[in-house]
């Protein structure tokens, strides 16, 4: 992705942070809630990680100060006070200035807001801080703003231009640093064999196209000397840029041959010859191979290409608004009610009516059903690009801590719901920050280790049953299970002598505070992060899990439904009411024999099944409503499963299966975790969909 | 392994030079390595004699490499369409 599509990501996720983080900031000034402190920790936190990515050093440097202060406030260090809250409203309003570009003030503001940090951490800093408003800071948000103009041009040059002692590659250069090439085209086809080069003369030209903020007479300077005896085209087509329908190259589809010719695999003279002798059905990669100009390598790159341009101009072309998108599904949804509504009304006619009338809602039913997956299609887009948005950061702050680092992407093409790709690009950015800053070893270490130099960070996206898979994986030296226990035993979330297997003890990683770095460092270590990928990933009604092998690496894997607006759930009777579980999480259903059910210490009423012990929930007691069995052999039971655990729960009568559009339920309706929504039924009556993930976190503790 | 180790003044100057010393690396059985380690940036006779020598390698399916690259150099290669 460009830095002017990270930016505008940035400046997106930053003016929503921003807003909440002013609620709370006054939030806290009526009230010393920890919980508070943290959630503005979290966001100064978040806000620092995407402004370096950004490029926004000021913003990057500066909530680093703010959210040393807040450590201290939430380690009680520093007290919760008036000026306190002044200092952070204050350096809210820097946040939002620089961001904006607005430099005027921030200068003079910054250094306020930076003695008044010191001030309260204790410390004293060189009053001669540069104000880095003119560096990386103020420049980009500038950027965005339109003030582009557009050159085309034509370099060829005399093929005895060296002996003037003139370098065509530094006028390149020259006109490179001007600003960007948007199209970069090398034709190479008059050069010769390497045998038979005389590499006196030049054999190359250019035909580019120049994105700049410079006045024409500016790219006119740098063919100064060569415009008169070469052949140097330059044109303004600013406007073919700035009208309604852009003319950019790479929003256009391209063919197999011109991705070849642009990345120089292939001269235009071969690309003539094999486009003059191609026959009908047969392809033209097959006949470029064929032909040797050529590998099959080069084809399968070149069909990559291909494909990437073409996806981008798929993404490109969808431009609606998600809020209808969502209009519409919640539409949909009412039509599923009404069908259901109808069907019921169809049962109580007379045979014959009913029949008829059935018939007719089935057709209805199957074109709804195509309805909703198209809409679900259209809200669907490929991660790739989100995860591009890593590149940069992983080079970055990779370099920044002295490490060798690569990011590998697989399966970008993998889709998934708009909605929770915007969601889960921070919890993402937490845990490659992870990786990189404790997962992957310094570079002399991995050597000593018997490891490639180059540590790697692989970011991977697949469908598996029904869910789609992100895992973040590192190549670096694992968990350390002896330190983390450590840690785990001086905080006190563990005793000494307890015994944890490595899996409960990865899960401790995910606590709030936890950290087993030493020090704090620029990206992380302290402890914020994995608790905000845990409790972000959960909302989306995801999971996330750790594997890590000493020596090895570590993988994260989170685990995502399709999409956040439906599910397909079991509805279910209790008593009166009537519950809905997601199908995904269902195992079986069954009637326990009344030898199968035990009382275990510290696990509660459990039933055998097929020699394991399932815990049973019985949802009547959990939600205090009267059911119509309540021992556990009259009733039945539905055992779903989160992550590794399996729960029974009890349930007076299954009632079928349907799609479900979810409703969300506003948090003062419900404070347990158990439930994660709720969906209108046929008859116009409320059901809540029980989260498995929840009720199963809720029984454990 | 070929390696070529290329000059810090590699161009222009010493072309004829490099043009055989690639030459003779391509004949070579194995797999090329270049060494740009000494080089800070290059000239457009250079790239081109690496140009074809890259097409070169590629016709024969032989991989040819690049050590010590510098951010300068790579620039140059891009501008020059070598990816």
Redesign the interface.
Known sequence: MEDAGIREVFYKESREILDNLEADILMLEEMSDPDVVNRLFRYFHTLKGSSGIAGYKNVYEFTHKIESVLDRVRSGGIEVNRELVDLLLGSLDWVREAIAGDDVASGEAKQALIAKTNVLMGTVEPASEPVSNAGAGGEPAREIEVGYRYFRVHAGFRDDV?ESGI????I??DL?ALGKFVD???D?SK?????D?D??K???SWDLVLKTKQPPNKVDEVFLFVKDDNDILIEDITAMYTSETPVQDHSEEKKLGEILT????LTEQELTDVLSSLEKNKKLGALIVEK?Y??DK?LQFALNEQEKIKKRVETSTVRVDTEKLDGLLNLLGEIVIGQSAINRIADELDEEKGFQLKNALYGLDRVTREFQEQIMSIRMIPVGPSFEQFRRFVRDSSQALGKDIRLEIEGGETELDKTVIEKIGDPLKHMIRNAIDHGIEPPGERESAGKERMGRIMLRAYHQEGNVFVEVADDGGGVNFRRLREKAEAMGILKQGDEVNEQKLLSILFMPGFSTAEKVGELSGRGVGMDVVKTNIESLRGSVEIDSHPGKGTTFRVKLPLTLAIIEGMLVRVGGSIYIIPLLSIVESMQPRREDIRTVKEKGEVVQVRGEYVTLVRLYDLFGIKPEFSNPWESLMVIVESGMSRVGIMIDELLGQQQIVIKSLENYISRSRALSGAAILGDGRVALIIDVHGLVEELSK | MTVVTLEEDTG?KK??Q??SA??DA?RAPDEVMLDFSAVRR????A???L???A??M??T?KSMKMRGVNEAVR??LY?????
Do not use: H, W
């Open positions: 060296f370098d065509p590659l530094l390149m250069e490179a970069r085209r090398v190479r050069l010769p064999l390497l045998t080069m590499p006196e030049c054999y190359l642009s990345k120089g695999i040797g050529a590998t080069d | 222009i072309i004829r490099f043009q690639l030459r391509i290059l000239d457009c006779a790239v081109q004699v140009l074809a020598a097409r070169e590629r016709e399916s620039n140059q501008l020059c369409g070598l990816r």
